[in-house]
């Protein structure tokens, strides 16, 4: 079993900057894909940026140029620097990892539980 915990969220004015980080723990895996996920209330949730194994990195439109990715694959950690932080920003932010572990493209997922983001305007 991975479980996944994610800390640094909390209450920013807007403009400001926070720094997200995802720790795996538990069994040991080199998750293929990792990514962030946002959820504010009201709305579904919604990709906020991924990285894959290669350092390959996708951003959503909203996020793009204020956001960065990272992952540290030997701490099993990924981290989610955000920037020029808006109101619009606030959210509850889930880490999400998953590992392929057969040629079908079976694969074992993990969530962590949220940390709340809040940008004040």
């Known amino acids: 079993q991975v479980q996944l915990v994610e800390s640094g969220g909390g209450l920013v004015q807007a403009g400001g900057s926070l720094r997200l980080s995802c720790a795996a723990s538990?069994?040991?895996?080199?998750?293929?894909?990792m990514a962030w996920y946002r959820q504010a209330p009201g709305k579904q949730r919604e990709l906020v940026a991924g990285?894959?194994?290669?350092?390959?990195?996708n951003y959503a439109d909203s996020v793009k140029g204020r956001f960065a990715i990272s992952r540290d694959t030997a701490k099993n950690t990924m981290y989610l620097q955000m920037n020029s932080l808006k109101p619009e920003d606030t959210a509850v932010y889930y880490c999400?990892?998953?590992?392929?572990?057969?040629?079908?493209?079976?694969?074992?997922?993990?969530w962590g539980q949220g940390t709340q983001v809040t940008v004040s305007s």
């Open positions: 999400y990892a998953r590992k392929v572990v057969n040629v079908e493209g079976a694969a074992i997922r993990s």
């Open positions: 538990g069994r040991t895996i080199s998750f293929d894909d």
């Open positions: 990285i894959n194994s290669g350092g390959s990195t």
